[in-house]
């Protein structure tokens, strides 16, 4: 029991995530009421990549946030290796949460940019004690290696870094936590498109190197086939289609999917 918050927990066998009946409602003034997320059910594995793609406003970002509840999920529950992150206290969820790190598309959102290179990396481990390296400085440049960055990137801020150096950075944040699950909220559309493809290439290199399971966000079907080991398409707070990737492109059966496929390139 003494490696509880250290380690991952003990479970080996079964998904590393069980989602079931996740639902997101937003009140709205006069009683209106958003049902972004209407109830979505599924399970992440080890290792893979599963992707949920749809249109703008189909309820993606709103699954991904009531996922790591960043945003309270109005019913359902999210099960990370035995543990319900649904219901636990802030602590718990705090020492929980933290095997399961989000990327935004904006890498902004997760960057302070009055804040160095170093300091957004090692601020996390202040808050995670027991994940704090003996050198700090040494294991942040061993990260920024590892993201592709070179070790002089350390004392530099946000603002100086570009767009695709950023998200790299970012990307090296989540990385200090020593996660399992990585949520990964369009990662790449915001970057100029000939950035995205070598944000990707790391990103699959990391999941090799590091057995990480990814949920993977986004309306990129091009991408989503490239990456993704299966693909539930996501249609105004639905999954309307979940299935491995090859069925999803090859022998769509719902409607939506088919007219998604057609309208992309
Ligand atoms: P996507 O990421 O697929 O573009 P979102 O999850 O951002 O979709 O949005 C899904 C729906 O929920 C949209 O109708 C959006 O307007 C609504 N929504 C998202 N966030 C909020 C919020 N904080 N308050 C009210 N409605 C929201
Ligand atoms: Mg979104």
């Given at each position: 029991m003494a490696s509880e918050t250290h380690d991952r927990p003990d479970t080996t066998e079964g998904p590393v995530l069980e989602v079931t009946g996740l639902r997101k409602v937003f009140e709205g003034r006069h009683g209106a009421q958003t049902v972004a997320v209407a109830g979505a059910d599924f399970t992440l594995s080890a290792g893979e990549c599963l992707a949920v793609v749809g249109e703008s406003g189909s309820g993606k970002s709103t699954l991904a946030r009531s996922v790591l509840?960043?945003?309270?999920?109005?019913?359902?529950?999210?099960?990370?290796?035995?543990?319900?992150l649904v219901g636990l206290d802030k602590r718990a969820l705090r020492r929980t949460r933290r095997h399961l790190?989000?990327?935004?598309?904006?890498?902004?959102?997760?960057?302070?940019?009055?804040?160095?290179?170093?300091?957004?990396?090692?601020?996390?481990?202040?808050?995670?004690?027991?994940?704090?390296?003996d050198r700090p400085r040494d294991r942040v440049a061993e990260l920024l290696d590892q993201v592709g960055m070179p070790a002089s990137a350390?004392?530099?801020?946000?603002?100086?870094?570009?767009?695709?150096?950023?998200q790299r950075v970012s990307i090296a944040r989540a990385l200090g936590l020593k996660p399992d699950v990585?949520?990964?909220d369009e990662p790449v559309s915001a970057l100029d498109v000939s950035i995205q493809a070598q944000v990707i290439t790391l990103l699959m290199e990391l999941q090799?190197?590091?057995?990480?399971?990814?949920?993977?966000?986004?309306?990129?079907?091009?991408l989503v086939r490239l990456v993704a080991t299966r693909v539930a398409v996501m249609y105004r707070g639905e999954f309307v289609e979940f299935g491995p990737t090859s069925?999803?492109?090859e022998r769509p059966q719902a409607e939506y999917t088919r007219a998604l496929l057609s309208a992309s390139p």
């Open positions: 509840r960043l945003i309270e999920p109005t019913a359902g529950s999210v099960v990370y290796r035995g543990t319900d790190q989000m990327i935004f598309q904006d890498p902004y959102a997760s960057l302070h940019p009055r804040q160095t290179v170093y300091r957004l990396i090692s601020e996390p481990w202040r808050v995670h004690r027991d994940l704090m390296p350390i004392d530099a801020h946000p603002a100086q870094l570009s767009g695709g150096q950023r990585l949520v990964l090799q190197e590091l057995g990480l399971s990814y949920l993977f966000i986004s309306h990129d079907l091009a069925e999803i492109f």
